[in-house]
């Protein structure tokens, strides 16, 4: 069974339209994360979520707007896409209490045209 | 910036050889992660040093860690073909601070 999902595993767009990417984990993790890993295969955290709470967010556009409906789901919704926003976007989780080990969904491709 | 940087960006042995990488970070840290990543997928954890420990091991994985240099290297023994993948590095500055990535080591594995 996949610990931790993203779908779609691609998303080719034209700028200025709205996406979302979604991300769900089913190991009863506590927090979440999305990441963005540019060309250069720099990873930078974007946003972190604990049950269901936004703890973190990084300097990231409010064009990008996460959401969590439930502590096993968090969603990344991005308005306005910009040819900056072309990326790999990794979802992660963590247990949240005494371990600090993440795990990383596949990761979503996004190429903004 | 808190970004740690690995060391080589690329490194390409031999099947059988050894592969050291090593990574510098900025600041003082909880414990220092290393994750693998296979072209297309994400990122793997391969094995933890906490801030008071020096050396640990895990398979053919060794990793060392000196504080005072701000520096950490992860050794794989007997490379295989098998580990031609990125490593990176990442630091936990403290707890329940996000993890800071370094930019990755590219390393090649030729059978």
């Known amino acids: 069974d996949t610990a931790v999902s993203q779908t779609p595993k691609y998303l080719v767009t034209q700028m200025g339209n709205d996406k979302s990417i979604k991300c769900e984990q089913n190991?009863?993790?506590?927090?979440m994360y999305w990441y963005k890993q540019d060309s250069k295969k720099f990873l930078k955290i974007m946003f972190s979520y604990n049950n269901k709470e936004l703890i973190i967010n990084e300097t990231v556009p409010n064009r990008f707007s996460p959401k969590s409906p439930d502590k096993a789901h968090l969603n990344l919704h991005i308005n306005s896409l910009e040819l900056g926003d072309s990326a790999v976007y990794f979802c992660?989780?963590?247990?949240?209490?005494?371990?600090?080990?993440?795990?990383f969904g596949p990761g979503t491709r996004l190429t903004v045209l | 910036s808190q970004q740690g940087e690995e060391d080589p960006q690329a490194l390409s042995i031999q099947e059988g050889e050894n592969a050291t990488m090593n990574c510098s970070y900025k600041t003082s840290i909880n414990n220092l992660q290393w994750y693998r990543q296979n072209s297309g997928r994400g990122l793997v954890h391969l094995i933890l040093i906490r801030s008071n420990e020096r050396e640990k091991h895990s398979g053919r994985l060794r990793v060392t860690l000196d504080t005072s240099k701000k520096s950490s290297s992860l050794l794989i023994t007997a490379s295989r073909a098998a580990d031609t993948a990125s490593y990176f590095c990442a630091t936990e500055p403290s707890g329940n601070t996000p993890l800071v990535f370094g930019k990755g080591t590219r390393l090649s594995v030729i059978a």
């Open positions: 190991l009863g993790h506590d927090t």
């Open positions: 992660a989780s963590r247990h949240g209490q005494g371990t600090v080990e993440q795990f």
